[in-house]
């Protein structure tokens, strides 16, 4: 398949990044879709804006992983570049990575362009990973519905990764950072009060992530941070204030 340059990204012909890749390796969008699963319940934290999240999530995995750059123009706006020599792998980060190497995009138009099409796609991943697993069962003993159930485990480590960051301070790793501060950034996280207690010294950890206050001090991970800094900044804004279509 050939994709035209100025559209955002598809990856299959059915419109949706192509998911074929090795599933041994979790990207940062799906750890943060299994962490806004709910078991209790079976349905997904924050589906209204959920494709802004998990749009910044891709965006931030690029950053970590040096395959773009934020980039700061006339009158303020940032833009995401591709870095040329740096192609990610995977298929999903690949087909966002092309959409801002065809040209610099702002940020919030690289979320709305990347976003919509992954939620289908990463949930499938993680299906075929077991980390939830697809149920069908009766509705009112007449019809067939779907359900999603909690599969491995892999969602309580991730949430207790976070847990340790946010309430017991400990200095996290820049995909764990990173983790927190979308899943701060995404408005959802006074929905896990049961699990990360919706404290005022929490509160403030969570913004202190969300600006890239990361504890870590390698010239590398500056970068990466900052970059993903600038796309959670532009997450909230989405998530709080979705533009007008």
């Given at each position: 398949m050939t994709r035209q340059p100025g559209r955002p990204p598809?990856?299959?012909d059915d419109g949706l990044p192509d998911t074929t890749t090795d599933l041994a390796a979790p990207s940062l969008a799906e750890d943060l879709l299994l962490l806004?699963?709910?078991p209790d319940s079976g349905t997904i934290a924050g589906e209204n804006t959920l494709f802004y999240v998990l749009g910044g999530a891709v965006l931030a995995d690029l950053g970590l992983g040096e395959h773009v750059r934020?980039?700061?123009g006339r009158g303020g706006t940032t833009t995401v570049v591709a870095v040329e020599e740096r192609p990610p792998s995977d298929h999903v980060l690949r087909s966002a990575w092309e959409y801002v190497a065809d040209k610099p995009r702002g940020v919030q138009t690289a979320l709305a362009a990347v976003g919509p099409p992954l939620r289908g796609p990463l949930l499938d991943r993680l299906?075929?990973?077991g980390d939830i697993r697809r149920r069908t069962r009766k509705a009112?003993?007449?019809?067939n519905t779907?359900?999603?159930e909690d599969g491995?485990?892999?969602r309580a480590r991730l949430l207790s990764d976070v847990h340790q960051v946010l309430v017991d301070g400990t200095v996290p790793t820049p995909r764990t950072a990173a983790l927190a501060a979308l899943l701060s950034g995404s408005g959802t996280l006074p929905q896990f009060h049961r699990e990360i207690p919706w404290t005022s010294t929490v509160i403030a950890r969570a913004k202190e992530l969300e600006q890239g206050h990361w504890g870590a001090d390698a010239?590398?991970?500056a970068v990466a941070r900052t970059v993903t800094a600038t796309i959670v900044s532009s997450v909230v804004i989405a998530a709080t204030v979705p533009p007008r279509a």
């Open positions: 598809t990856g299959t806004l699963f709910q934020t980039r700061t299906v075929d990973r009112l003993g007449l019809f779907t359900v999603l491995s485990g892999r010239t590398a991970e």
